[in-house]
């Protein structure tokens, strides 16, 4: 199924928010994190079993996995398999972007039908080495209807350094929306939903406004809500039939400063937290 087609059925079933995995094991119940070898699944389990039923989408964090070294990535791809069985829509924030001929393995790695173990529904994508970085990215979104997320703006409070940068009359950010938006017109579902996106901080919604003009049938993935005190309701206001809007929360969600509380404990607390930003995204 075409990844625009995936959006808006998940959306209107369950929801625009995405349960974001970091794990982190000082973030996380003791009694998760005690065997080094079996966290990162036990974890991520933990927190899928919580979201179940209330959140359609699952983003996984690469660099929280690859940072366990071969282990990791295998616990990756073993997370990865978990959620699909469990029919989440998953999201790989890996935000690759190379020269052409690197970006076409990560392209293959992670969009390819069949090809790694590490095929994922959508990909994040930094597109600041060009056009020739997005190419191959492209190919898969059009061959197969993967998803792509291109960063655009970026809810970290140093994005400003560069995205807001002045090209004449528009910001980086904007030049890149302009860009995005071609890709998506050229990538469209029979929603009229394309299959490339924009990562739109949460942190941001003024701006949001602004790149929503720009890229009237892109995804945009908000990430931001929780700790980074992003505004979930007025990121969520972007949302129209064409451009819909997924909101992203992992800290919020996750983490625990009481790391002795029970592992059904933890299920229930993640269960009332994903409620808590259902009910903000929807006022």
Same mark, same amino acid.
């Given at each position: 199924m075409h990844w625009g087609e995936k959006v808006k059925a998940t959306t209107e079933a369950v929801g625009p928010l995405v349960l974001g995995i970091d794990p982190?094991?000082?973030?996380?119940p003791a009694l998760l994190a005690e065997n080094s070898a079996t966290f990162l699944e036990r974890y991520s389990e933990a927190l899928l079993d919580g979201a179940a039923g209330k959140v359609g989408f699952?983003?996984? $964090?690469?660099?929280?996995?690859? &940072?366990? #070294?071969s282990a990791g990535i295998a616990s990756l791809a073993r997370c990865?398999?978990?959620?699909k069985e469990r029919d989440f829509c998953v999201i790989l924030d890996a935000k690759r972007g190379d020269i052409g001929s690197t970006s076409d393995a990560y392209a293959r790695a992670y969009l390819e039908p069949g090809a790694s173990d590490l095929e994922v529904d959508c990909l994040t994508i930094n597109p600041f080495l060009g056009p020739e970085t997005m190419e191959p990215f492209l190919k898969r979104a059009k061959d197969y209807g993967k998803g792509l997320f291109?960063?655009?703006?970026?809810?970290?409070? #140093?994005?400003?350094?560069? $995205?807001d940068q002045r090209i004449e009359a528009h910001s980086v950010s904007e030049r890149l929306a302009e860009v995005v938006a071609k890709w998506a017109d050229d990538t469209l579902c029979t929603s009229g939903i394309g299959a490339v996106g924009a990562v739109v901080g949460a942190t941001y919604p003024e701006q949001g406004q602004r790149l929503r003009e720009l890229m009237p049938r892109s995804t945009f993935l908000a990430p931001g809500l929780g700790t980074q005190g992003g505004d979930p309701a007025a990121i969520a206001s972007l949302a129209t039939p064409s451009g819909p809007v997924l909101v992203s929360a992992s800290r919020g969600?996750? &983490?625990?400063?009481?790391?002795?509380?029970?592992v059904e404990s933890y299920r229930a607390l993640i269960r009332q937290r994903v409620e808590e930003f259902r009910a903000q995204l929807i006022q």
């Amino acid at each position: 199924m075409h990844w625009g087609e995936k959006v808006k059925a998940t959306t209107e079933a369950v929801g625009p928010l995405v349960l974001g995995i970091d794990p982190l094991p000082d973030h996380a119940p003791a009694l998760l994190a005690e065997n080094s070898a079996t966290f990162l699944e036990r974890y991520s389990e933990a927190l899928l079993d919580g979201a179940a039923g209330k959140v359609g989408f699952v983003k996984f $964090q690469s660099a929280y996995f690859e &940072a366990w #070294g071969s282990a990791g990535i295998a616990s990756l791809a073993r997370c990865i398999a978990i959620a699909k069985e469990r029919d989440f829509c998953v999201i790989l924030d890996a935000k690759r972007g190379d020269i052409g001929s690197t970006s076409d393995a990560y392209a293959r790695a992670y969009l390819e039908p069949g090809a790694s173990d590490l095929e994922v529904d959508c990909l994040t994508i930094n597109p600041f080495l060009g056009p020739e970085t997005m190419e191959p990215f492209l190919k898969r979104a059009k061959d197969y209807g993967k998803g792509l997320f291109v960063l655009v703006k970026t809810s970290n409070p #140093g994005s400003g350094w560069l $995205q807001d940068q002045r090209i004449e009359a528009h910001s980086v950010s904007e030049r890149l929306a302009e860009v995005v938006a071609k890709w998506a017109d050229d990538t469209l579902c029979t929603s009229g939903i394309g299959a490339v996106g924009a990562v739109v901080g949460a942190t941001y919604p003024e701006q949001g406004q602004r790149l929503r003009e720009l890229m009237p049938r892109s995804t945009f993935l908000a990430p931001g809500l929780g700790t980074q005190g992003g505004d979930p309701a007025a990121i969520a206001s972007l949302a129209t039939p064409s451009g819909p809007v997924l909101v992203s929360a992992s800290r919020g969600i996750a &983490a625990v400063s009481d790391r002795s509380i029970s592992v059904e404990s933890y299920r229930a607390l993640i269960r009332q937290r994903v409620e808590e930003f259902r009910a903000q995204l929807i006022q």
